[in-house]
T-cell receptor, first 114, second 111 residues
Framework: KAGVTQTPRYLIKTRGQQVTLSCSPI?????VSWYQQTPGQGLQFLFE???????NKGNFPGRFSGRQFSNSRSEMNVSTLELGDSALYLC?????????????FGDGTRLSIL | DQQVKQNSPSLSVQEGRISILNCDYT??????FLWYKKYPAEGPTFLIS?????DKNEDGRFTVFLNKSAKHLSLHIVPSQPGDSAVYFC??????????FGTGTSLTVIP
């Protein structure tokens, strides 16, 4: 069974640009969550999508946005990039139903802002 | 506000001994907890979970203990192996869909 796939693995951008990251969840998983990981900060929750709707949202500025498609694939967009946006962006998927269940992570996209 | 805290950034243990990783949380509404292991250049890998209706859950060498009154959970690894060397994250949730993660503890198992 294929795991969570994130593309690209590495990305270099400059300040002011925008970027789109992609996440394909495990087959059958309908919930996709995005996290930002920076040194010393752990994983910070960005947002969660379920059935093409944003169901939960963390405390990030509006420059961070996302969407989910009918096949559960998700994209995250960051506009007007800042140096502080340099981080590892992780996507996680789960079945998303009412029962408690773990999230399964992809290997992340390493975004570097110059 | 860090709702989940891992106060030990690092831990070193001899191979074959027990590793104990600790995690504290502040949100009394959390009812589901996860532990993950992360190697460099890879995403976190799910290890074990525990629901608030339990105080212990075992899976092979891994056992998680939950003390709801103290808002504390711990992960025990017995016996520790060199391949267990990684960063361990705990996470809590009250919705099952939005998780709050600690900052991680780097475990080194010395052969």
């Amino acid at each position: 069974k294929a795991g969570v796939t994130q593309t690209p693995r590495y990305l270099i951008k400059t300040r002011g640009q925008q970027v789109t990251l992609s996440c394909s969840p495990i087959s059958g998983h309908r919930s996709v969550s995005w996290y930002q990981q920076t040194p010393g900060q752990g994983l910070q929750f960005l947002f969660e999508y379920f059935s093409e709707t944003q169901r939960n949202k963390g405390n990030f500025p509006g420059r961070f946005s996302g969407r989910q498609f009918s096949n559960s694939r998700s994209e995250m967009n960051v506009s007007t990039l800042e140096l502080g946006d340099s981080a590892l962006y992780l996507c996680a998927s789960s079945l998303g139903g009412t029962e408690d269940q773990p999230q399964h992570f992809g290997d992340g996209t390493r975004l570097s802002i110059l | 506000d860090q709702q989940v805290k891992q106060n030990s950034p690092s831990l070193s243990v001899q191979e074959g001994r027990i590793s104990i990783l600790n995690c504290d949380y502040t949100n009394s509404m959390f009812d589901y907890f996860l532990w993950y292991k992360k190697y460099p250049a890879e995403g976190p890998t799910f290890l074990i979970s525990i629901s608030s209706i339990k105080d212990k859950n075992e899976d092979g060498r891994f056992t998680v203990f939950l003390n709801k009154s103290a808002k504390h959970l711990s992960l025990h690894i017995v016996p520790s192996q060199p391949g267990d060397s990684a960063v361990y994250f705990c996470a809590g949730s009250n919705t099952g869909n939005q998780f709050y993660f600690g900052t991680g503890t780097s475990l080194t198992v010395i052969p």
